[in-house]
């Protein structure tokens, strides 16, 4: 069974600064994907960055970005420029098949002024 | 466009009383899922439907039932709510094959469950 940990349960960031959240994984498979999902108090789920680990090159989307490390086994997610509505929490994932995300505890990200 | 949209946001129940929580989405997806998330925890998988008409139990289906009702509608029915199912419910769809990404699931806003 795979697993997902994010041993940051919280974390926080004054604005404009630049933040990394931790995510490690565990599988012995070699294809999969990754996910870094964010819920803000409204609690909604919302994708922010995915990546296949066929891939090398790290994901980028706008401010946020990822260090996948697949020997490691360890999906990072590096956010620039924190702007307080990134204040949530964030939630590692993995896909193996499309049947089942499988999620980390969270990280909640608190922005600071 | 409304994506994925549930019903109701929140409910309050009794013990033993039954309800469906409501899921439909409007992007033509074929897959769709039921998740609950419980304080400090990430989501786990209840059921799932590869398809219409199929459906497919997750990591903790005990005391639920799902009807995929069509391609858009997929219900999640609480037959006798026990305090253990309080919880917050997250309904999600997947894009289809030929439609990119079709890794990617996309999450409803989530109903709030509270079992007395």
């Known amino acids: 069974a795979q697993t997902v940990t994010q041993s940051q349960p919280e974390m926080s960031v004054q604005e404009a600064e630049t933040v990394t959240l931790s995510c490690t994984y565990d599988?012995?498979?070699?294809?999969?994907?990754l996910f870094w999902y964010k819920q803000p108090p409204s609690r909604q789920m919302i994708l922010v960055i995915r990546?296949?680990?066929?891939?090398?090159q790290n994901a980028t989307e706008n401010r946020f970005s990822v260090n996948f490390q697949k020997a490691a086994k360890s999906f990072s997610l590096k956010i620039s420029d924190s702007q307080l509505g990134d204040t949530a929490m964030y939630f590692c994932?993995?896909?193996?098949?499309?049947?089942?995300?499988?999620f980390g505890s969270g990280t909640q990200l608190t922005v600071l002024p | 466009n409304a994506g994925v949209t549930q019903t109701p946001k929140f409910q309050v129940l009794k013990t033993g009383q039954s309800m469906t929580l409501q899921c439909a989405q409007d992007?033509?997806?074929?897959?769709m899922y039921w998740y609950r998330q419980d304080p400090g925890m990430g989501l786990r998988l209840i059921y799932y439907?590869?398809?219409?008409?199929?459906?497919d139990k997750g990591e903790v289906p005990n005391g639920y039932n799902v009807s995929r009702l069509n391609k858009r509608e997929f219900s999640l029915r609480l037959e006798s709510a026990a305090p253990s199912q309080t919880s917050v419910y997250f309904c999600?769809?997947?894009?289809?094959?030929?439609?990119?990404?079709?890794?990617?699931?996309?999450f409803g806003p989530g109903t709030r469950l509270l079992v007395l």
């Open positions: 439907s590869a398809s219409e008409g199929t459906t």
């Open positions: 999600a769809s997947r894009r289809s094959l030929g439609q990119g990404y079709q890794e990617t699931q996309y």
């Open positions: 990546q296949e680990a066929y891939k090398q």
């Open positions: 599988t012995s498979e070699s294809n999969y994907y």
């Open positions: 994932a993995f896909l193996l098949s499309a049947r089942q995300l499988t």
């Open positions: 992007m033509n997806h074929n897959s």
